[in-house]
């Protein structure tokens, strides 16, 4: 009952910085239910993992290889999570994953927005 779409996915070189955005739309009910808004990628050949990830009053919290170099907010009038990301390293190169979970614990997922980072 939510859709997820993600933007702002690119190709970048090592070292540069690139910032994701994912909005949700849905009946005003369904976006009330919101509680989580996160991000996971996917790189070829690896599991999908958590990026980042907040709950409903913002608190953030990230995997150990992003950390203090990825930032995670989320805007709740516009229903949106963003994701900015500073020096990216070739293994950032992923699919990035929007992923809203529903204080009932259901999940939606986007369809993904590629990262590349090469030089």
């Known amino acids: 009952q939510l859709q997820l779409e993600e933007s702002g996915g690119g190709l970048v070189q090592p070292g540069g910085s690139l910032r994701l955005s994912c909005a949700a739309s849905g009946s005003i009910f369904s976006l009330n239910k919101i509680n989580e808004m996160g991000w996971y990628r996917q790189a070829p050949g690896k599991q999908r993992e958590l990026v980042a990830n907040?709950?409903?009053?913002?608190?953030?919290n990230y995997s150990d290889s992003v950390k203090g170099r990825f930032t995670i907010s989320r805007d709740n009038v516009k229903w949106s999570v963003y994701l900015q990301m500073s020096t990216l390293k070739p293994e950032d190169t992923a699919v990035y994953y929007c992923?809203?979970?529903?204080?009932?614990?259901?999940?939606?997922w986007g369809t993904g927005t590629l990262v590349s980072v090469s030089s």
């Open positions: 907040t709950t409903s009053d913002g608190s953030p």
């Open positions: 992923r809203v979970r529903t204080y009932f614990g259901m999940d939606y």
